[in-house]
Protein backbone atom coordinates (compact mmCIF):
# COMPACT_ATOMS: atom_id res chain seq x y z
CA UNK A 1 0.00 0.00 0.00
CA UNK A 2 2.96 2.36 0.62
CA UNK A 3 4.90 1.35 -2.29
CA UNK A 4 1.08 2.71 -4.18
CA UNK A 5 1.16 6.03 -2.20
CA UNK A 6 4.82 6.76 -2.88
CA UNK A 7 4.00 6.00 -6.90
CA UNK A 8 0.85 8.00 -7.06
CA UNK A 9 2.83 11.41 -5.20
CA UNK A 10 5.92 10.46 -7.79
CA UNK A 11 3.08 10.79 -10.86
CA UNK A 12 1.24 14.08 -9.53
CA UNK A 13 4.64 15.44 -8.48
CA UNK A 14 5.55 14.71 -12.33
CA UNK A 15 2.35 17.00 -13.97
CA UNK A 16 3.05 19.61 -11.65
CA UNK A 17 6.35 19.79 -12.99
CA UNK A 18 5.47 19.44 -16.40
CA UNK A 19 2.89 22.31 -16.07
CA UNK A 20 5.09 24.59 -14.40
CA UNK A 21 8.73 23.93 -13.13
CA UNK A 22 10.08 26.31 -10.90
CA UNK A 23 13.82 25.29 -11.49
CA UNK A 24 13.58 25.73 -15.46
CA UNK A 25 10.99 28.50 -15.42
CA UNK A 26 9.13 26.39 -17.93
CA UNK A 27 5.29 26.01 -18.61
CA UNK A 28 4.27 22.40 -20.71
CA UNK A 29 7.65 21.92 -21.20
CA UNK A 30 8.61 25.34 -22.64
CA UNK A 31 10.45 28.87 -21.51
CA UNK A 32 8.73 31.93 -22.40
CA UNK A 33 11.21 32.48 -24.84
CA UNK A 34 9.95 29.55 -26.75
CA UNK A 35 6.39 30.51 -26.14
CA UNK A 36 6.79 33.97 -27.36
CA UNK A 37 8.31 32.65 -30.61
CA UNK A 38 5.92 30.36 -31.30
CA UNK A 39 3.04 32.71 -31.11
CA UNK A 40 4.39 35.43 -32.90
CA UNK A 41 4.94 33.08 -35.43
CA UNK A 42 1.26 32.15 -35.43
CA UNK A 43 0.37 36.00 -35.48
CA UNK A 44 2.57 36.82 -38.68
CA UNK A 45 1.48 33.35 -40.09
CA UNK A 46 -2.69 34.76 -39.92
CA UNK A 47 -2.07 37.83 -40.53
CA UNK A 48 -0.39 36.91 -43.74
CA UNK A 49 -3.78 34.73 -44.72
CA UNK A 50 -5.46 37.40 -43.44
CA UNK A 51 -4.21 39.62 -45.65
CA UNK A 52 -3.95 37.41 -48.98
CA UNK A 53 -7.90 36.71 -48.61
CA UNK A 54 -8.10 40.73 -48.18
CA UNK A 55 -6.32 41.64 -51.14
CA UNK A 56 -8.33 38.42 -53.28
CA UNK A 57 -11.61 39.73 -52.72
CA UNK A 58 -10.45 43.47 -53.10
CA UNK A 59 -9.07 41.67 -56.65
CA UNK A 60 -12.56 40.46 -57.40
CA UNK A 61 -14.83 43.35 -56.25
CA UNK A 62 -12.81 45.33 -58.77
CA UNK A 63 -13.60 43.11 -61.76
CA UNK A 64 -17.44 43.31 -60.87
CA UNK A 65 -19.53 46.17 -62.22
CA UNK A 66 -22.80 47.45 -59.75
CA UNK A 67 -24.99 47.28 -62.87
CA UNK A 68 -24.66 44.36 -64.55
CA UNK A 69 -22.62 40.55 -64.14
CA UNK A 70 -19.63 40.01 -64.76
CA UNK A 71 -19.85 36.34 -65.51
CA UNK A 72 -23.53 35.33 -66.90
CA UNK A 73 -24.65 31.69 -67.15
CA UNK A 74 -25.97 31.31 -70.55
CA UNK A 75 -29.44 30.35 -69.88
CA UNK A 76 -30.95 29.84 -73.50
CA UNK A 77 -34.70 30.19 -72.20
CA UNK A 78 -35.52 32.00 -68.84
CA UNK A 79 -38.07 30.24 -67.01
CA UNK A 80 -41.88 31.03 -66.10
CA UNK A 81 -44.09 31.38 -63.38
CA UNK A 82 -47.64 32.04 -61.97
CA UNK A 83 -50.16 34.16 -60.15
CA UNK A 84 -51.68 33.40 -58.03
CA UNK A 85 -49.49 31.51 -56.10
CA UNK A 86 -51.35 28.58 -55.30
CA UNK A 87 -49.83 25.39 -52.82
CA UNK A 88 -46.84 23.55 -54.75
CA UNK A 89 -48.34 25.50 -58.08
CA UNK A 90 -52.09 23.91 -57.15
CA UNK A 91 -54.62 25.72 -58.07
CA UNK A 92 -57.56 24.64 -56.40
CA UNK A 93 -61.39 26.09 -55.39
CA UNK A 94 -64.72 25.69 -54.50
CA UNK A 95 -67.19 28.58 -56.88
CA UNK A 96 -69.63 28.08 -53.69
CA UNK A 97 -67.08 28.49 -51.31
CA UNK A 98 -65.92 32.07 -50.87
CA UNK A 99 -62.79 31.53 -48.63
CA UNK A 100 -61.69 28.80 -51.15
CA UNK A 101 -60.38 31.47 -53.75
CA UNK A 102 -60.80 35.03 -51.32
CA UNK A 103 -57.12 34.12 -50.91
CA UNK A 104 -56.11 34.09 -54.95
CA UNK A 105 -57.84 37.29 -54.99
CA UNK A 106 -56.14 38.89 -52.35
CA UNK A 107 -53.08 37.66 -53.69
CA UNK A 108 -53.98 38.99 -57.27
CA UNK A 109 -54.94 42.42 -55.70
CA UNK A 110 -51.10 42.98 -54.13
CA UNK A 111 -49.63 41.64 -57.25
CA UNK A 112 -50.93 44.14 -59.59
CA UNK A 113 -51.38 47.09 -57.55
CA UNK A 114 -47.57 48.60 -59.17
CA UNK A 115 -49.29 47.80 -62.73
CA UNK A 116 -52.17 50.56 -62.06
CA UNK A 117 -52.28 52.81 -65.34
CA UNK A 118 -51.90 55.70 -62.45
CA UNK A 119 -48.43 54.61 -61.16
CA UNK A 120 -47.40 53.60 -64.66
CA UNK A 121 -47.94 57.00 -66.16
CA UNK A 122 -45.97 58.61 -63.63
CA UNK A 123 -43.09 56.22 -63.72
CA UNK A 124 -42.69 55.16 -66.88
CA UNK A 125 -42.94 56.00 -70.68
CA UNK A 126 -45.04 55.21 -73.03
CA UNK A 127 -43.03 53.23 -75.91
CA UNK A 128 -43.41 52.76 -79.63
CA UNK A 129 -44.54 48.75 -79.39
CA UNK A 130 -43.32 45.91 -81.40
CA UNK A 131 -39.94 47.26 -81.24
CA UNK A 132 -36.87 46.91 -78.54
CA UNK A 133 -36.24 49.72 -75.87
CA UNK A 134 -32.52 49.84 -76.48
CA UNK A 135 -30.94 52.46 -73.93
CA UNK A 136 -26.79 52.25 -74.49
CA UNK A 137 -24.49 53.58 -72.27
CA UNK A 138 -22.20 55.87 -74.00
CA UNK A 139 -18.47 55.12 -73.37
CA UNK A 140 -17.70 55.61 -69.84
CA UNK A 141 -20.54 57.08 -69.31
CA UNK A 142 -23.71 55.52 -68.06
CA UNK A 143 -26.72 56.11 -69.36
CA UNK A 144 -28.71 55.03 -65.38
CA UNK A 145 -31.40 55.35 -64.81
CA UNK A 146 -32.46 53.66 -67.60
CA UNK A 147 -36.17 54.21 -68.16
CA UNK A 148 -38.70 51.58 -68.58
CA UNK A 149 -41.83 51.15 -70.60
CA UNK A 150 -45.83 51.27 -69.44
CA UNK A 151 -47.53 47.85 -68.69
CA UNK A 152 -51.03 49.04 -67.32
CA UNK A 153 -53.37 46.63 -65.82
CA UNK A 154 -55.70 47.44 -67.67
CA UNK A 155 -54.06 45.58 -70.40
CA UNK A 156 -55.21 42.72 -68.95
CA UNK A 157 -58.73 43.34 -69.57
CA UNK A 158 -61.16 40.50 -67.83
CA UNK A 159 -58.37 39.81 -65.94
CA UNK A 160 -57.27 43.41 -64.50
CA UNK A 161 -59.27 42.76 -61.84
CA UNK A 162 -61.00 45.80 -62.67
CA UNK A 163 -63.88 45.31 -64.89
CA UNK A 164 -64.29 42.07 -62.59
CA UNK A 165 -62.81 42.17 -59.28
CA UNK A 166 -63.24 38.70 -58.72
CA UNK A 167 -61.02 37.58 -61.57
CA UNK A 168 -63.51 34.73 -62.80
CA UNK A 169 -63.28 32.94 -59.74
CA UNK A 170 -66.64 33.40 -58.74
CA UNK A 171 -67.92 31.82 -61.98
CA UNK A 172 -65.58 28.97 -62.31
CA UNK A 173 -63.78 31.08 -65.00
CA UNK A 174 -60.44 31.83 -63.05
CA UNK A 175 -57.68 34.05 -64.97
CA UNK A 176 -54.03 32.86 -64.17
CA UNK A 177 -51.44 35.21 -64.55
CA UNK A 178 -48.16 34.30 -66.72
CA UNK A 179 -44.22 35.94 -66.11
CA UNK A 180 -41.31 35.08 -67.77
CA UNK A 181 -38.19 35.45 -65.45
CA UNK A 182 -36.37 38.38 -65.39
CA UNK A 183 -32.47 38.06 -67.80
CA UNK A 184 -30.62 40.93 -68.25
CA UNK A 185 -30.10 41.87 -71.84
CA UNK A 186 -31.72 39.13 -72.94
CA UNK A 187 -33.39 39.65 -76.28
CA UNK A 188 -36.33 37.38 -76.66
CA UNK A 189 -37.67 37.99 -80.69
CA UNK A 190 -36.39 38.84 -83.71
CA UNK A 191 -37.59 40.67 -86.55
CA UNK A 192 -40.32 42.38 -85.01
CA UNK A 193 -42.49 38.90 -84.12
CA UNK A 194 -42.69 39.13 -80.31
CA UNK A 195 -42.88 36.44 -78.31
CA UNK A 196 -46.05 34.85 -76.75
CA UNK A 197 -47.52 32.29 -74.29
CA UNK A 198 -50.03 28.97 -75.49
CA UNK A 199 -51.34 27.03 -72.84
CA UNK A 200 -52.95 23.79 -73.56
CA UNK A 201 -53.72 20.62 -71.24
CA UNK A 202 -51.98 17.25 -70.91
CA UNK A 203 -52.33 14.49 -72.79
CA UNK A 204 -54.74 12.89 -70.67
CA UNK A 205 -56.60 16.19 -69.71
CA UNK A 206 -57.25 17.64 -73.40
CA UNK A 207 -60.87 17.24 -73.47
CA UNK A 208 -61.10 18.74 -69.57
CA UNK A 209 -59.68 22.41 -70.00
CA UNK A 210 -62.16 24.01 -72.84
CA UNK A 211 -61.45 27.30 -74.61
CA UNK A 212 -59.18 29.80 -73.61
CA UNK A 213 -58.90 34.08 -73.56
CA UNK A 214 -55.46 35.32 -74.04
CA UNK A 215 -54.78 39.04 -72.49
CA UNK A 216 -53.38 41.31 -73.66
CA UNK A 217 -54.18 39.57 -77.10
CA UNK A 218 -52.36 36.60 -78.43
CA UNK A 219 -50.53 36.46 -75.34
CA UNK A 220 -47.44 38.39 -76.66
CA UNK A 221 -44.98 39.68 -74.41
CA UNK A 222 -44.12 42.79 -76.14
CA UNK A 223 -40.73 43.73 -77.42
CA UNK A 224 -40.76 46.94 -76.14
CA UNK A 225 -40.24 45.88 -72.65
CA UNK A 226 -36.85 44.62 -73.28
CA UNK A 227 -34.07 44.35 -73.52
CA UNK A 228 -34.11 43.91 -69.41
CA UNK A 229 -31.13 46.05 -67.48
CA UNK A 230 -30.85 45.08 -64.42
CA UNK A 231 -32.92 46.22 -60.84
CA UNK A 232 -30.35 48.73 -60.25
CA UNK A 233 -29.89 49.74 -63.55
CA UNK A 234 -33.51 49.76 -64.40
CA UNK A 235 -35.26 50.90 -61.23
CA UNK A 236 -38.97 51.14 -62.17
CA UNK A 237 -39.14 48.07 -64.79
CA UNK A 238 -42.47 47.00 -65.13
CA UNK A 239 -42.49 43.00 -65.79
CA UNK A 240 -44.74 42.36 -68.76
CA UNK A 241 -47.59 39.75 -68.05
CA UNK A 242 -49.89 37.60 -69.98
CA UNK A 243 -53.14 36.16 -67.87
CA UNK A 244 -55.24 33.21 -69.41
CA UNK A 245 -58.79 33.12 -68.45
CA UNK A 246 -60.22 29.61 -68.52
CA UNK A 247 -63.85 29.96 -69.80
CA UNK A 248 -65.52 26.24 -69.70
CA UNK A 249 -63.16 24.28 -67.29
CA UNK A 250 -64.45 20.73 -66.63
CA UNK A 251 -65.38 20.87 -62.62
CA UNK A 252 -64.74 18.59 -59.89
CA UNK A 253 -61.76 17.08 -61.76
CA UNK A 254 -57.83 17.67 -61.64
CA UNK A 255 -56.73 19.17 -64.79
CA UNK A 256 -52.86 19.00 -65.48
CA UNK A 257 -52.06 22.52 -67.29
CA UNK A 258 -48.82 23.49 -69.14
CA UNK A 259 -47.72 27.06 -70.67
CA UNK A 260 -45.06 27.60 -72.91
CA UNK A 261 -43.26 30.62 -74.58
CA UNK A 262 -43.04 30.31 -78.29
CA UNK A 263 -40.91 32.47 -80.18
CA UNK A 264 -37.91 32.60 -82.99
CA UNK A 265 -34.93 32.66 -80.53
CA UNK A 266 -36.03 31.29 -77.63
CA UNK A 267 -36.13 27.43 -77.05
CA UNK A 268 -38.63 25.49 -74.88
CA UNK A 269 -37.04 22.88 -72.67
CA UNK A 270 -33.31 21.60 -73.08
CA UNK A 271 -31.08 18.98 -71.31
CA UNK A 272 -29.96 21.28 -68.84
CA UNK A 273 -33.48 22.18 -67.79
CA UNK A 274 -36.54 20.53 -69.38
CA UNK A 275 -38.84 23.40 -68.47
CA UNK A 276 -37.23 26.11 -69.54
CA UNK A 277 -39.41 28.12 -71.30
CA UNK A 278 -42.68 26.59 -69.49
CA UNK A 279 -44.73 26.26 -66.84
CA UNK A 280 -47.00 23.31 -65.51
CA UNK A 281 -49.54 23.51 -62.66
CA UNK A 282 -52.97 21.82 -61.41
CA UNK A 283 -55.83 23.43 -61.43
CA UNK A 284 -59.08 22.25 -60.25
CA UNK A 285 -62.64 23.55 -60.01
CA UNK A 286 -64.95 22.44 -57.75
CA UNK A 287 -68.72 23.65 -58.00
CA UNK A 288 -69.46 22.87 -54.60
Known sequence: MSGTKEEDRKGSSEWREFFWNPRTHELLGRTASSWGLILLFYLVFYLFL????????????????????????RLATPGMMIRPK???????????????????????N????????SY?????????PDQYFIQEDSGEVRNNPKRSCQFNRTMLEDCSGI??????????????LIKLNRVIGMLPGKDGQSPYVTCGAKREDSDK????AYFPPNGT????????????????YTQPLVAVKFLNASLNTDINVECKINSNTLATG???DKFAGRVSFKLRINDK
Open 50 to 73: AGMFILTMYIMLLTLDDYKPTWQD
Open 86 to 108: GDQLEITFSVSETESWDGFIQNL
Open 110 to 117: TFLSSYND
Open 120 to 128: QVQTNDNCP
Open 163 to 176: TDRFYGYNRGQPCI
Open 209 to 212: IGPL
Open 221 to 236: FNLMYYPYYGKKAQVN
Open 270 to 272: NER
